[in-house]
């Protein structure tokens, strides 16, 4: 499904007046956002920048680990309002991913273009044989 499918499924409702899938979802985030901030308070002063400990905070509150818990899952994740949250991700995605591009130091990567060039394609390479090698073990398991 994409973002439109999604935001006709979430505001085109039979019950216009039904805002409790709305405040769930802003609990939500509400909370996301706690703990997101718990995670940058305790990673500032090993010099880690804010967008990581969202990262971090978006894994361990993510499918991959808490919410595996079923408990956890309904406190953090409500299925009354599972649209509303899909797509509210959908857009904060590339809000986030538009303020990491703010906190670039573009002065910075022209000076030293060779440096940031040879950083850009060892992470790409990084991330494409990682993600080979998580491919195939995940084939290997689901076999």
């Not at 408990?71 to 991913?97: G, P």
Request: aromatic letters at 10%; proline letters at 4%; one cysteine or more.
């Amino acid at each position: 499904m994409d973002a439109a499918q999604f935001a006709k499924r979430a505001i085109c409702q039979k019950d216009l007046f039904n805002y409790n899938p709305i405040i769930t979802t802003g609990m939500q985030a509400a909370r996301m956002l706690v703990i997101s901030r718990i995670f940058h308070l305790i990673l500032t002063p090993s010099g880690q920048p804010g967008p990581v400990a969202n990262i971090i905070a978006g894994l361990v509150l993510g499918p991959s680990l808490l919410c595996k818990i079923k408990k956890l899952q309904e406190f953090f994740i409500r299925s009354s309002s599972i649209e509303y949250y899909q797509l509210l991700t959908f857009n904060f995605r590339v809000i986030f991913l538009f303020l990491i591009g703010l906190d670039t130091d573009v002065p910075y990567m022209r000076r030293n273009l060779r440096l940031a060039s040879t950083l850009a394609f060892e992470g790409i390479i990084a991330c494409t044989l990682f993600g080979a090698a998580s491919a195939i073990a995940i084939l290997h398991l689901l076999k």
